[in-house]
């Protein structure tokens, strides 16, 4: 996919924070959660389907989600991912962390203006 | 292979091939045909192959599982062309045969030597008193005593 001017590159674990994020509502499979993703994000964001696989092992691994077998709506069979209790924590971490560097950035670009 | 990472790997593979084929029939819902579908399907879900391994690749041991990796595409290359590894093997051959050779040469000729032949035969003499009392003793021997022993002797070799 040629890259859009308007759409821009996410930041080191942003993917991450928003698998989480999406996850917390209900659990998806890898098709679900990409498009939901690329919905919700109005499609601002440049998120390669692809590159949502190895960040969903990353979480697996970490103990963040949890897989378990499922059929998608077309009846194939597929895992469909679900945040865990420290998944849920994690989250609340992430989100207040980046919370801070947002407010941050934003300080700082507010003084390079005036 | 464990199991466990099988059955890992094989859930990769489950949920990417689901992902794929969900994209192509929402595509071919909007109206394109399977080829096109197929195709856009594909761009827009990146390189597979490249995803299926860096899927993998969290769940093993980088360091060592892509060092003996390297190992093994290495030996490969080398059966592959065996030209290039005849000529790898045979350039080191002989670069390791001529230093060799020339640090022989440059050490028997051009490095200065130890006065005497035989080095490993080089002994310091003492003398020793079986009687000594507390603690025994280890005495230099002077150089007459050596010329009398070498003479009354056949041990030294001079």
């Known amino acids: 996919m040629p890259k859009k001017a308007d759409q821009r590159d996410l930041f080191s674990g942003a993917l991450e924070l928003m698998i989480l994020h999406s996850l917390r509502l209900k659990p998806m499979h890898g098709y679900a959660l990409a498009k939901h993703i690329k919905q919700v994000s109005d499609d601002l964001l440049k998120v390669e389907e692809g590159s949502l696989y190895p960040a969903l092992q990353r979480l697996l691994k970490e103990g963040l989600l949890e897989s378990e077998p499922g059929i998608s709506v077309k009846g194939r069979p597929t895992r469909i991912y679900h945040l865990t209790a420290n998944g849920q924590r994690q989250l609340e971490r992430e989100v207040s962390s980046f919370d801070r560097m947002l407010a941050g950035i934003t300080r700082v670009l507010a003084a390079a203006e005036a | ?158």
């Open chain 2, 1 to 158: 292979m464990s199991i466990f990472r099988r059955q890992r790997y094989s859930n990769i593979q489950v949920s990417i091939s689901e992902h794929i084929s969900e994209t192509i029939d929402e595509l071919i819902t909007d109206g394109l045909s399977r080829e096109e579908a197929e195709l856009a399907a594909r761009r827009s879900f990146g390189n597979r192959t490249l995803v299926e391994e860096r899927s993998r690749e969290v769940w093993q041991w980088p360091k060592l599982e892509s060092f003996w990796a390297d190992i093994r595409f290495a030996c490969r290359q080398l059966v592959k062309t065996p030209g290039f590894t005849t000529t790898a093997v045979i350039t080191l051959a002989l670069g390791i045969a001529v230093n060799a050779t020339m640090f022989s040469l440059v050490s028997a000729f051009l490095l200065p030597h130890l006065p005497g032949q035989d080095p490993q035969h080089v002994y310091v003499l003492s003398s020793v008193d079986p009687n000594a009392s507390e603690v025994a003793d280890l005495n230099p021997v002077s150089v007459p005593n050596y010329l009398a022993w070498r003479s009354h002797t056949n041990v030294f070799s001079e």
